[in-house]
């Protein structure tokens, strides 16, 4: 999974609404949600104001759709990801690849959750319950996708998972990305040696 792919989903809606949510998908992810200001979204998408509000009625729904987006296109990609094969050891690992080549590539600039959930500190905010939601629909794919594999504790091993993941995603952007991702191939592969052959 790319940190583009959610534009896919952007497309199936209406040409300026889409190419609005693009711009957001695009500027929000490389200079963050609260530093990007409706006027710039407006003048990137090429649409007029009320246009922009005609779709979105404020900028706070727009976050809202973005981050949604975000998480709807991820989650769908894992869960292909892991039913793409009928072995579900060779699912995890794809899901381990996935990570590893979205941290490797030209542009990627962190986790689009974490830092959503840094510049909304609040739990209770929508978009920090859109990123809960994320980490919980993945926590549940690796739950499961563990609990098919007999794992004897599938959600202490998905809390592993879990923080692999999250570990990967903000250490190959503040750090040493090749020591992040062996490190996350080491914890998947641990996880699936773990399991009942």
Same mark, same amino acid.
Request: hydrophobic fraction near 45%; charged fraction near 25%.
């Given at each position: ?71 709807? @296109? ?8 892991? #039913?793409?094969? $009928?072995?579900? *050891? /060779?699912?995890? =690992? ?75 995603? @903000? ?8 020591? #992040?991702?062996? $490190?996350?191939? *080491? /914890?998947?592969? =641990? ?7």
């Amino acid at each position: 999974m790319t940190v583009s792919a959610p534009l896919e989903a952007a497309r199936r809606v209406a040409p300026a609404k889409a190419r609005i949510l693009e711009t957001a998908m695009r500027r929000f992810y490389d200079d963050g949600i609260r530093q990007v200001g409706v006027d710039l979204l407006i003048s990137e998408s090429k649409v007029t104001k009320a246009t922009f509000y005609k779709h979105f009625g404020s900028k706070d729904r727009l976050v809202l759709e973005y981050i949604s987006t975000r998480r709807d @296109a991820s989650i769908e990609s894992f869960e292909g990801l892991v #039913a793409a094969h $009928a072995d579900p *050891r /060779v699912g995890l =690992r794809l899901v381990a690849d996935a990570v590893v080549a979205q941290v490797n590539a030209p542009g990627y600039r962190g986790c689009p959750f974490q830092k959503a959930a840094a510049e909304f500190p609040d739990p209770t905010h929508p978009v920090r319950v859109v990123v809960t939601e994320f980490h919980e629909s993945l926590h549940e794919i690796f739950e499961s996708t563990l609990s098919r594999m007999d794992h004897p504790l599938p959600g202490e091993a998905a809390d592993e998972l879990m923080l692999a993941y999250d570990g990967a995603m @903000a250490w190959s952007h503040v750090g040493d990305v090749i020591a #992040a991702s062996s $490190a996350l191939r *080491r /914890v998947f592969d =641990r996880v699936i040696g773990e399991t009942a052959r």
